[in-house]
């Protein structure tokens, strides 16, 4: 494929420019795609067929607000990253939280 995919432990949880150049795809679990969807209807939507029926989400990337963005690509991380990884992650932005308060 022709196309930029990031991974966790050699599973893409995300890619850029599929099945345009417009748009990204998450891999996220079908609740969280259903949030974003719901908030979001511009910029998310699931891809078409099983994929999407598990989780699978299009971005459209001129209209996803940045939080939002980044969001989402956290939560696909988080679902595919090791649980001793993912939860250090949490951790640590939970010790940063703390120092700024």
């Known amino acids: ?21 417009v748009r990204g795809m998450v891999k996220l679990t079908p609740t969280q795609q259903q949030e974003f969807v719901t908030s979001h209807p511009a910029a998310f939507e699931p891809v078409t ?5 598990k989780g699978a989400t299009s971005v459209l990337l001129a209209k996803v607000p940045m939080q939002a963005l ?16 993912a939860l250090s992650s949490l951790k640590r932005k939970s010790a940063a939280r703390r120092t700024k308060e």
Do not use: S
């Open 70 to 85: 980044k969001a989402a690509i956290l939560a696909a991380w988080r679902n595919y990253a090791p649980a001793d990884l």
């Open 49 to 53: 067929g099983a994929w999407g029926q």
């Open 1 to 21: 494929m022709n196309h930029p995919d990031f991974r966790v432990t050699g599973k893409i949880f995300a890619t850029l420019g599929y099945p345009t150049k």
